[in-house]
């Protein structure tokens, strides 16, 4: 059980965010968060009830249960943190972000069939550049704010390069730890520019928050052959040095079709698979024989209706796939971690003990998940699944300093007793006091920075309503 001590005061924390911000270029400051319960998500290093954290630059330096009075205090900027708990920030790995604009616009949507009539085919032609440019920045900050320091973009409305452009450079103004996964929009006309224009986009934008991966889908069925993954778009992914992620995953088509990306040899680690609901036993099979990923999506698979509707996290686990977790799409879908490892434990759960009421004695039932195997998903599962496990998703020293500090002290939290169990059940988004990615602070005492929020309302309201009236226009003619 954990003595919760107070955290640094309000009135030190204007002074410490000065002092963070002023030195935010050097290279080699140091900054001790001490007095934590911390959540490395490493197996090695595991949960330290009461510990110290050492940045310095941008990486994580050293992890201990008393790393002051082993000197670390020597020249760095000391934040207090008892009554938090220090995790890894959450990856998301799967989020149309250009969407953010057009959030809660169908909540109660229930089929495929239904979004994409609704937003690919009525709003997506609509969007210029700075539209692209506004949803998904939009989205990265809502992302920022929720404690998700890594989120996979999968951005498939690039019309044109000057979309691109905007989509990638709302990521890089935001300071998220962002792949921009490119796509051809499904409906409407765009410039044909796909898939040729990830060399320019990944040679043009250096940066090391931003890595790029070719976005496809599973099967010709929705937007035809030209968006499905297969032989021609794995060899360019392989030539440009980039992974591939594979969305509308599902059902007896996907199943064929893995079956013949195996064939081919081209599924391989670099390869990662979005939703997988609804796969048969040999699609599986392959996968886990492969090394590819699995990103599942656990609200939208059973609130949208996706195949089987089922998140697909028994068949993964039963293979030895440990999955990543993903928001989806904001149009019809809550935008934090928190609810995503909350409906898959609880939909998990529910699986392993209905089936065991069904079966009696009589055959195996799946052994339940916990809220350790959740946050392992949503952190460092969700780096392995974007290629950046050697980056982010643990608290381990050599990583980047991409991390939350959790409130375990306020009226939802106290008292601290168990701190996995409080990550994922006891917090929410008004528990995260902290983020910092790279080190470099991006939310503090539960604000995010360096936002102007009263134009950030204006610019996505403006963009909302011009993007909703062309869509109307378009339907009328």
């Known amino acids: 059980m954990q003595h919760l001590v107070h955290r640094s005061t309000d009135t030190d924390r204007p002074a410490l965010l000065d002092r963070l911000r002023a030195t935010a270029g050097d290279r080699e400051r140091r900054v001790l968060f001490t007095g934590a319960t911390i959540l490395t998500m490493d197996p090695a290093l595991g949960t330290l009830e009461r510990g110290d954290l050492l940045v ?31 995790a890894p920030g959450f990856v998301d790995t799967h ?32 969007y210029r550049p700075e539209d692209m440019y506004t949803g998904t920045r939009l989205a990265a900050l809502g992302a920022v704010d929720a ?37 051809a929009p ?79 040899g081209l599924l391989d680690e670099q390869v990662s698979l979005i939703h997988a609901t609804g796969l048969g036993p040999d699609a599986w099979r392959a996968i886990a024989a492969s090394g590819a990923t699995v990103s599942l999506a656990p609200t939208s698979e059973p609130q949208i209706g996706l195949e089987s509707a089922v998140p697909a996290v028994d068949e ?43 079966a009696g004695d009589s055959g195996p039932v799946p052994q339940r998940i916990g809220t350790a195997d959740v946050l392992d998903f949503a952190t460092l599962q969700g780096a392995r ?55 470099q602070v991006r939310k503090w005492a539960g604000r995010v920075l360096d936002v102007d929020l009263p134009a950030l309302r204006a610019e996505a309201s403006a963009s909302r309503d011009r993007i909703l009236r062309a869509a109307a226009g378009h339907q009328q003619d």
């Open 56 to 86: 310095t630059g941008s990486t994580i330096t050293a992890v201990g249960p008393d790393l002051k009075a082993a000197g670390a205090a020597d020249n760095a900027i000391v934040v207090d943190a008892g009554g938090t708990l220090l």
């Open 95 to 126: 989020r149309h972000a250009w969407q953010a604009q057009l959030r809660r616009t169908i909540p109660d949507v229930d089929d495929l069939a239904g979004y994409l009539a609704t937003t690919l085919a009525g709003c997506a032609p609509a």
């Open 147 to 183: 404690g998700i320091t890594t989120m996979l973009d999968f951005s498939h409305n690039s019309r044109s390069a000057a979309h691109s452009d905007a989509a990638v450079q709302a990521l890089l103004d935001t300071g998220i730890r962002g792949v921009h996964a490119a796509m």
């Open 186 to 264: 499904h409906f409407g006309s765009w410039d044909r520019q796909w898939p040729a224009d990830l060399a320019r986009l990944r040679d043009r934008y250096a940066d090391p928050l931003l890595t790029f991966r070719l976005a496809a889908l599973a099967t010709p069925e929705i937007a035809g052959p030209d968006l499905a993954f297969g032989p021609e778009l794995a060899c360019f992914a392989r030539e440009l040095g980039i992974g591939v992620s594979v969305d509308a995953v599902f059902g007896e088509a996907s199943s064929r079709a893995i079956l013949d990306w195996e064939r081919a």
């Open 316 to 358: 993964a686990l039963a293979v030895g796939v440990r999955p990543g977790l993903s928001i989806d799409v904001e149009v019809a879908l809550a935008g934090d971690m928190f609810t995503q490892m909350r409906a898959l434990l609880a939909i998990q759960r529910m699986r392993a003990v209905n089936a065991a009421y069904l």
């Open 385 to 439: 699944t974007c290629g950046l496990d050697r980056v982010t998703g643990s608290l381990t020293p050599g990583k980047q300093a991409d991390l939350l500090l959790l409130t375990a002290d306020e009226l939802n939290n106290l008292p601290l007793n168990d701190p996995t169990g409080t990550a994922v059940l006891g917090c929410d988004t008004r528990n995260i006091d902290t983020v910092l990615i790279a080190g």
